[in-house]
């Protein structure tokens, strides 16, 4: 009898030890659901790598078309809501819990990006109830541009999943250095409208 109490002991503390360590991989795996630079996870950024993809593959596997129909936007909390994987609670505390302005921010860009693909899903099935199958050039013109502009968006909130309000620093500083670039060519062009003679000279013609 002693001794089955120690196997039963020991089999006892296996057990609490092969359950501490699964713990433990799915407290790692929730944690590395969720960036730390911003407090939001780089999975909910599948659903529109999902989508472009559909897009800039199917002028060459129009099977691809049932699945794009049936795509359709989902936002951060109903896509946790709804995942199974681990840490989904917790990503959805973290999202909560996050500066109200920075997290308007990201959604803004979530709502270009949901935009942009249901737009580019309504021109699609537009060309082909129109076109069919007579015109593949252009249903491969929208494929590519839309696919390109989805990417555009997207890189966008890619940046700000990675690198947080830095990220978001580093676009309104680009955006500030492209409206001074127009900003200082206008100028130029400008003053070298003014520097150009009212009435130029049989001389200034000449040249």
């Not at 942009?116 to 899903?121: E, K, L, M, R």
């Not at 021109?123 to 007579?134: E, F, L, V, Y």
């Not at 978001?168 to 003679?197: C, G, H, S, T």
Request: glycine share 6%; charged share 25%; aromatic share 6%.
């Amino acid at each position: 009898m002693p001794f089955n109490r120690q196997a039963q002991a020991l089999r006892i503390e296996a057990l609490k030890h092969e359950t501490s360590n699964a713990i433990a991989e799915v407290e790692q795996r929730a944690l590395s659901l969720v960036n730390p630079a911003s407090g939001l996870a780089n999975d909910y950024l599948h659903l529109f790598n999902e989508v472009v993809m559909l897009i800039e593959q199917l002028p060459s596997m129009p099977e691809l078309m049932e699945d794009l129909q049936t795509w359709r936007p989902t936002s951060y909390r109903d896509y946790f809501g709804n995942s199974p994987l681990p840490g989904r609670h917790s990503a959805l505390e973290v999202y909560d819990q996050l500066d109200s302005a920075f997290r308007a921010a990201f959604d803004t860009v979530v709502g270009e990006l949901d935009s942009q693909a249901t737009g580019i899903v309504v021109q699609i099935r537009r060309h082909m109830r129109t076109k069919g199958d007579s015109d593949p050039q252009g249903l491969a013109a929208i494929c590519e541009k839309g696919g390109q502009s989805l990417r555009d968006t997207l890189d966008k909130a890619v940046d700000i999943v990675n690198n947080g309000v830095q990220g978001m620093q580093k676009n309104a500083q680009a955006r500030a250095d492209r409206l001074l670039a127009v900003r200082i060519k206008a100028i130029k062009d400008l003053e070298d409208f003014y520097k150009a003679p009212l009435f130029p000279s049989q001389e200034d013609e000449d040249r």
